[in-house]
T-cell receptor, first 114, second 111 residues
Framework: NAGVTQTPKFQVLKTGQSMTLQCAQD?????MYWYRQDPGMGLRLIYY???????DKGEVPNGYNVSRLNKREFSLRLESAAPSQTSVYFCASSEFRTVNSPLHFGNGTRLTVT | GESVGLHLPTLSVQEGDNSIINCAYS??????FIWYKQESGKGPQFIID?????DKRQGQRVTVLLNKTVKHLSLQIAATQPGDSAVYFC??????????FGGGTRVLVKP
């Protein structure tokens, strides 16, 4: 049982390049999330998908887009990367967003934008 | 358990001793709380959760205590082991299902 799988693990981009971060979960969870983690800032929600077919902005959505491809997969796209997007990105899933259930996280994608 | 700037509060504990990690939460309307453990290079790992209608919950070697009067949450780890070395942070869920994460406390276990 892999849980939440993220690819790639590491990525270096030049300013202006684009890329897509992939996430898949095998727990049959309904809700999926993208967070970024920066030193001293804690985890901040970028986008979430409460259920298949829906996506909503979180706390820091600017510069990002998401796609809930199916129940298992939720991708995060950076259309034109900026140095301010250097961060560690975590995908998470939970059974339901509106019910008190914990988030389960992947191991992250470490992104550097130069 | 809140971070100050880029520096995490650190708790050094002797192997075999009990650890207590504290977290002050901000929203008196929060009704659900979670503790996570994050090891270097890995994602946050769920440890234990507690709903606001409880004041204590026990897991395997861990206990979470909730004091709603002073908006304080603590995680107790019994017989701390080297594998417990990590950053621990709490999260609170308030209105609108928004989950807010604390900055974390680093636990260093000395052999």
């Amino acid at each position: 049982n892999a849980g939440v799988t993220q690819t790639p693990k590491f990525q270096v981009l030049k300013t202006g390049q684009s890329m897509t971060l992939q996430c898949a979960q095998d727990m049959n969870h309904n809700s999926m999330y993208w967070y970024r983690q920066d030193p001293g800032m804690g985890l901040r929600l970028i986008y979430y998908s409460a259920s298949e077919g829906t996506t909503d902005k979180g706390e820091v959505p600017n510069g990002y887009n998401v796609s809930r491809l199916n129940k298992r997969e939720f991708s995060l796209r950076l259309e034109s990367a900026a140095p301010s997007q250097t961060s560690v990105y975590f995908c998470a899933s939970s059974e339901f967003r509106t019910v008190n259930s914990p988030l389960h996280f992947g191991n992250g994608t470490r992104l550097t934008v130069t | 358990g809140e971070s100050v700037g880029l520096h995490l509060p650190t708790l050094s504990v002797q192997e075999g001793d009990n650890s207590i990690i504290n977290c002050a939460y901000s929203n008196s309307a929060s009704d659900y709380f979670i503790w996570y453990k994050q090891e270097s290079g890995k994602g946050p790992q769920f440890i234990i959760d507690i709903r606001s209608n409880m004041d204590k919950r026990q897991g395997q070697r861990v206990t979470v205590l909730l004091n709603k009067t002073v908006k304080h949450l603590s995680l107790q780890i019994a017989a701390t082991q080297p594998g417990d070395s990590a950053v621990y942070f709490c999260a609170e869920k308030a209105a609108g299902n928004k989950l807010t994460f604390g900055g974390g406390t680093r636990v260093l276990v000395k052999p």
